[in-house]
C-alpha cells in the first residue's frame, strides 16, 4: 500500500526558515511526480509547489516564489519543501501529495493527485 508520511512542520517566528519531508513508499518512486499544497482553517487547499518525475523541472505558486524551494532525493524516496523568510500567511496544514508521470494534468490540479499524506502544521507567528 502508498504511504506519504510528511515531517518537518512546527511554530516558527516570521522570517524564519522550516524544511519539510515527505517519505514515501508502496510505490515507484522514480516514476511519480509530487506536489506540496497548503490549506489555511476555513480556506481551499491551494497549490504551492510541485517537481517532476526526473526532478529537472519545479513548479511554484506565486505567493512562494522565490521564498519556497522544492527538491526530490530518489534513493531517499523523499522529497523536500525548505520554506525561508516564512511570513503568517503561509501558516497552514502542508499536504504531501503525489502523481503518476503519465498524468497530463496541470501540475497545480490538486485532483490530479491520487496520493496524499497526512498532512503537517505549519504556523507562523508576528
Known amino acids: 500500500q502508498v504511504q506519504l508520511v510528511e515531517s518537518g512542520g512546527g511554530l516558527v517566528q516570521a522570517g524564519g526558515s522550516l524544511r519539510l519531508s515527505c517519505t514515501a513508499s508502496?510505490?515507484?518512486?522514480?516514476?511519480?511526480?509530487f506536489g506540496w499544497f497548503r490549506q489555511a482553517p476555513r480556506t481551499e487547499r491551494q497549490f504551492v509547489a510541485a517537481?517532476?518525475?526526473?526532478?529537472?523541472?519545479?513548479y511554484y505558486a506565486n505567493s512562494v516564489r522565490g521564498r519556497f524551494t522544492i527538491s526530490r532525493d530518489n534513493p531517499k524516496n523523499t522529497v523536500y519543501l525548505q520554506m525561508n523568510s516564512l511570513k503568517p500567511e503561509d501558516t497552514a496544514v502542508y499536504y504531501c501529495a503525489a502523481r503518476h508521470m503519465s498524468e497530463a494534468a496541470s501540475y497545480n490540479d490538486n485532483t490530479s493527485y491520487d496520493k496524499w499524506g497526512q498532512g503537517t502544521q505549519v504556523t507562523v507567528s508576528s
Open positions: 508502496g510505490l515507484t518512486f522514480r516514476q511519480y511526480e
Open positions: 517537481i517532476t518525475f526526473s526532478g529537472g523541472n519545479e
